[in-house]
């Protein structure tokens, strides 16, 4: 029997193998292109590529871990800031929208909203926590977007809160750092590249579906990103930091891959 984590470390893995086979096809010049066809250019066209050979579990994870920073960096490359992710009509939501997490839903954090501060960290002009009502003050704007997560499903949703850019600047976060990483009341973390943090898209999540966001999709806050993977928006984020020093993340750590979006 494999563990969850396992299996989701090989769900993680298969789609990895064809992002990063997709990519790697993409990041070719189009004479070399032509020569591989899609068939040819595989994990053992890969492992030929990289030197590593794939004749031990050692040397595989070797080789894709490599191939995966070598992914972060051509999916970095790729990532184009103005292109939007699609967005949808009401009667196109997914009711119930699924809930997710590393635990079940009997085991989601209850967070007090009183008592609740949001840190901010690292690389910052304005470093100051900020409560709950205070963020709810700042101008709102909504999103109707499908969340994907690796796991094998999607779901349409409706979440509202404050665009993240906007938020960076105004606490005066050095948008020349390189990674903003987040900390959660559930021991999860994750961290993005800058550019998606600035993406018009991005949102610092308040409320789910006109209503305030409800304990299990991540109450007080969440980090919403309609370009990125689920496992990468964080929910129930209690700090934010703005830092050069690579962050990682709960699954990301464990081998999936970093950039983990479009
Ligand atoms: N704090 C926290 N955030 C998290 C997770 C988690 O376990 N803890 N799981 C991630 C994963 S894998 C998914 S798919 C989404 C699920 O969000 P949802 O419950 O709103 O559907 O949350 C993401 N953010
Ligand atoms: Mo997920």
Partial sequence: MKSQSEKRIMQATAL????IIKDARAA?????????TQRAL???????????????????NKMLSAISRMNDKVQAALFDPNKL??????????????????YGEDEVPQVDGEAYRLAIAGLVRDKRAWSLSELQRLPQT?????????????AIGRWGGVPFAGFLRM????????????????????SIDMPTALHPQTQLTLSYDGEVLPPKY??????????KLGYKNPKHIVAIEITNTYPGGYWEDQGYNWFGGA
Wanted: aromatic share 12%; charged share 20%; glycine share 6%.
């Fill in 171 to 190: 606490i005066g976060a050095d948008l020349s750092a390189q990674f903003v990483s987040f900390r959660c009341s559930d021991d999860y973390y994750t």
């Fill in 218 to 227: 991540g109450f007080p806050m969440k980090l919403r990103m309609p370009t």
């Fill in 85 to 102: 992710a699609p967005t949808y009509p009401a009667s196109m939501i997914t009711r119930p929208f699924p809930f997710n997490a590393f």
């Fill in 28 to 36: 070719l010049p189009s004479s070399t292109r032509r020569r591989f």
């Fill in 16 to 19: 990895d193998t064809e992002m």
């Fill in 42 to 60: 595989t994990l053992g066209g890969l492992s030929l590529l990289s030197g590593c050979e794939l004749t031990e579990q050692e040397s595989v």
């Fill in 142 to 154: 909504e999103q109707i977007t499908r969340h994907i997560c690796v796991e094998g499903w999607s």
